[in-house]
């Protein structure tokens, strides 16, 4: 429960700090003071949007604290699932920095809105306008209907089998189409196929095969001009071997006649060993090369099919023409093995179609069998409100499963003798959805286990005997939760723990909005007021004080 709340620079409200009673608090003030500005706020702690139109001052950031008691709440495992440290107080911040940069804390750890909604909605549960409007709505409907029928776990069940009926619905769509596509593509993905598998291509071939080509076209000029090398190193009378030798002497004689000379002669002796070793690889080489047109046709032939497969599929190398040939073989497999699979799909699909009806028929029996007690209930609570001829009546019809299973629920509403129920957007007057709306939450306290419930002016539309009999009821829920009531009748604003009035302070250069806790006798002037006006009589007074008393 809310055990203290903290707003500064937001709307007009500059500071404002509340304590709330754990049972009935009652907030009232003239219209325009601040009231629903509160509410604003409190938004921001349930995750709300905000922008910098908020900020009072426009130079300083808003900030909205408020400190909840989780002691009696079970969140432990909530704050475990989002990685959060858990503390039996927890402190939820919310700030606008003048930028419109907006941010949120649990315990000081940085949150998404997202989980701060999630959080927030665990943790009240306010009445608004807003909410008249989604009274109206089936989701809103069906969302009570299963909170009343206690469906949490048939919902979850559900909600597991709806996710993997999609996955595998999703599956098997994505598979047929791709059976189909590959259906189109078969054909010609096998002929490309065949186009490169026939070659047998190997990594690294294309190169060998561009130098062998090379060597076999120049094959008769290579040995025509390593022969007449070979001529001028070989001659017995003219060759460089033959020059070479009688040099080899001379550098004998030179290192005889002086040993300065062995260097060179060391050095030629060198240059005569690598000249002899190449003369000898010249005619290893010749004796290799050899002229065959037929080989050199072989090879021209299988490079023209590679160019060729290259620039038909737009590459440059044998390997890409290999990865291309690997991805058409698997496309080939899949097309082959596509029955199977999609055989396997569908069955899957089948299971999982199953399982969800299965499922969906299960949440809606359970949603079923507390329409009788819910319209039952709803109906007992409305005649205490005033409303004795009130009808309740609850249809559902079974839908296409769906994210909320496979029901359309309707609430129907009569408040007057001898009508037929109605959809409650037809028939119900302010005053009428206002008790509806309250009896609703008062039904549903317990069931969603919310620890602070804030009702915003529920008692709109109503007065005397029906509104003591409201209060009489938030009281009750008041012993388990904590209530929260903006009000503006005295009736109602009497019977809280705690009494609040929101005022405008108008000493400043700004209209401010503060609060102030009432003392005994300052709630009895304030009702005074809310009974006779601004200037209360003696008797309006009496009549503040009995209704402290009763």
Not at 54 to 80: A, H, M, Q, S, T
Not at 143 to 156: I, R
Not at 170 to 180: C, D, Q, R, T, V
Not at 313 to 328: D, F, S
């Amino acid at each position: 429960m809310l055990q203290s709340l903290q707003i500064s620079n937001y709307a007009l409200i500059d500071e404002l700090i509340m304590q709330p009673s754990p049972g009935l608090n009652m907030i009232t003030g003239e219209t325009g003071a601040g009231k629903s500005i509160m509410l604003g706020a409190v938004g921001l702690l349930l995750g709300n949007r905000a922008d910098t139109k908020v900020l009072l001052f426009e130079d300083k950031k808003c900030v909205v604290e408020g400190v909840f008691d989780l002691r009696e709440y079970g969140l432990r495992d909530f704050f475990e699932e989002q990685q959060l440290d858990y503390q039996d107080f927890c402190i939820i911040r919310r700030e606008i920095s003048p930028s419109g940069k907006s941010r949120s804390f649990v315990n000081d750890t940085p949150v998404l809105l997202e989980v701060l909604r999630e959080l927030g909605s665990k943790l009240m549960d306010v009445h608004s306008q807003h909410d008249t409007l989604l009274l109206a709505e089936g989701t809103y409907q069906l969302g009570l209907v299963d909170a009343y029928s206690a469906a949490a776990e048939d919902f979850k069940v559900y909600q597991q089998a709806y996710r993997g009926y999609r996955m595998a619905r999703k599956s098997f769509e994505e598979l047929k189409k791709k059976a189909f596509d590959l259906q189109k593509e078969a054909d010609f993905n096998q002929f490309q196929l065949d186009e490169l598998s026939v070659l047998s291509l190997k990594s690294g071939e294309q190169s060998e095969l561009e130098s062998a080509q090379e060597l076999l076209e120049n094959a008769e000029e290579i040995k025509l001009r390593i022969n007449e090398m070979l001529v001028l190193f070989q001659d017995e009378q003219f060759g460089v071997l033959q020059g070479m030798a009688q040099i080899q002497q001379g550098m004998q004689a030179l290192e005889r006649l002086a040993h300065k000379f062995g260097s060179l002669k060391e050095r030629f002796q060198s240059v005569l060993i690598e000249l002899k070793d190449l003369v000898e690889s010249l005619g290893e080489e010749e004796n290799q090369v050899e002229v065959d047109f037929e080989k050199l046709d072989e090879i021209r032939d299988r490079l023209s099919k590679i160019y060729q497969l290259q620039k038909k599929h737009g590459v440059g190398t044998v390997e890409e023409l290999m990865a291309i040939e690997a991805q058409l073989a698997d496309q080939v497999f899949q097309f082959q093995n596509l029955d199977e699979s999609l055989a396997q799909a569908e069955k899957i699909f089948a299971a999982a179609e199953k399982t969800l009806l299965e499922s969906g028929r299960k949440l809606s029996t359970t949603r079923r069998s507390c329409f009788e007690d819910f319209q039952a209930s709803l109906e007992s609570l409305l005649s205490g409100l005033g409303m004795e001829n009130a009808q309740i009546r609850i249809e559902s019809k079974e839908i296409n499963p769906g994210p909320t299973g496979m029901d359309e629920v309707e609430i129907l509403f009569s408040a007057n003798k001898g009508s037929q129920p109605q959809a409650m957007r037809k028939v119900a007057s302010g005053g009428e959805f206002s008790r509806l709306l309250f009896a609703i939450k008062y039904l549903m306290a317990d069931k969603m286990s919310l620890p602070t419930l804030i009702f915003d002016e529920i008692d709109t539309g109503i007065s005397g005997e029906v509104a003591l009999q409201m209060v009489k009821m938030m009281k009750e829920i008041a012993q388990k939760h904590q209530v929260i009531c903006i009000t503006h009748l005295p009736q109602v604003a009497a019977k809280g723990e705690l009494h609040y009035f929101v005022f405008k302070d108008n000493s400043s250069d700004k209209t401010l909005s503060k609060i102030k806790l009432l003392s005994q006798e300052e709630r009895v002037q304030e009702l005074a007021k809310m009974i006779a006006g601004s200037s209360p009589s003696q008797a309006a007074v009496e009549s503040a004080k009995e209704l402290l008393a009763g």
